[in-house]
Structures are given as structure tokens and as C-alpha cells.
């Protein structure tokens, strides 16, 4: 895995986009953006309340994923806006 770019959300949210093609050929590169937001609620015995995660969000390609980023960086979107996206597992997570 690699990664291009890295950066904080304006609540401080790591977040960046990362490219597994190399290890996962199924994956394009640079599709997947990931966050490690606060958990706001526990869910069964992998995500606690107050503890941050590995929040994954694939997208169709690399144009697709950068404008997510963008526009989670600045605010104007909320990973509740990308609740497709993510694992149904950490959809009560955020």
C-alpha cells in the first residue's frame, strides 16, 4: 500500500488517500480514501465510543476519490454523505 496525499479535517481527522493496486489487483489506484475519525457510539466489540477508527471510503476511481477528499477537507461534506461507501459495520460509527 502507498499513499498520495495526507491531511487534517477541520475537526482534525487524519485523512488521506491510499492506493492498495499493487497489493489488491482488484483495486484501481488510488481510489480509497481513509479517515480515522472519533467513534461516536460503541458497536459490538470492534469500535468504542471516544476511540478513534479506520474509516474506509472506495470509490469507482481516482477522480471520484479526490473529489470526496476535497470536499471532506473543506467541510462541505460529511462522511455521512459517502454512508454507501463505507462497511455497514462502521456506518453506526459516525
Do not use: H, Q
Not at 48 to 67: A, T, W
Amino acid at each position: 500500500m502507498k499513499w498520495e496525499k495526507e491531511t487534517l479535517m477541520k475537526d482534525g481527522t487524519m485523512i488521506r488517500i491510499e492506493d492498495w493496486s499493487e497489493d489488491y489487483p482488484f483495486c484501481k489506484p488510488f481510489d480509497t480514501v481513509v479517515a480515522y475519525p472519533i467513534c461516536k457510539r460503541t458497536v459490538g466489540n470492534f469500535v468504542e465510543e471516544g476511540k478513534s477508527f479506520r474509516l474506509e471510503l472506495v470509490f469507482r476511481n481516482k477522480e471520484e476519490s479526490e473529489k470526496a477528499y476535497k470536499n471532506l477537507i473543506k467541510g462541505d461534506k460529511t462522511f455521512a454523505d459517502y454512508i454507501e461507501k463505507i462497511e455497514p459495520k462502521y456506518r453506526k460509527c459516525i
